[in-house]
């Protein structure tokens, strides 16, 4: 059974900065991408941040600049690193794993920015 587990939420005042951490367990293979989403109150899920085994790394516009996402070190985990945050990327965060026909999500993980 593959499990993601989230961490790293919390409260941040406007400026500050979150590491926000998914280990992914279970029988993963042929991972096309991880990534987070977030998803604001009222909004739709939108795509944050994404990355593929090889390394190749994609954002949304909104966060390009200031949010950077990596490969852990061990296996199938991944990190976003956020700076400067602004009250609009208040959501909650929601890390994934890709496969060709299947995509496995965490609990989410909510981030609160506060002006």
């Known amino acids: 059974q593959v499990q993601l587990v989230e961490s790293g939420g919390g409260l941040v005042q406007a400026g500050g900065s979150l590491r926000l951490s998914c280990a992914a367990s279970g029988i993963i293979f042929s991972i096309k991408s991880m990534g987070w989403y977030r998803q604001a109150p009222g909004k739709q899920r939108d795509l944050v941040a994404s990355?593929?085994?090889?390394?190749?790394?994609s954002y949304a516009d909104s966060v390009k600049g200031r949010f950077t996402i990596s490969r852990g070190n061990a296996e199938n985990t991944v990190n976003l690193q956020m700076n400067i945050l602004k009250p609009e990327d208040t959501a909650v965060y929601y890390c994934y794993v890709s496969r060709t026909y299947t995509t496995y999500w965490g609990q989410g993980t909510q981030v609160t920015v506060s002006s």
């Open positions: 990355i593929t085994p090889g390394g190749s790394a």
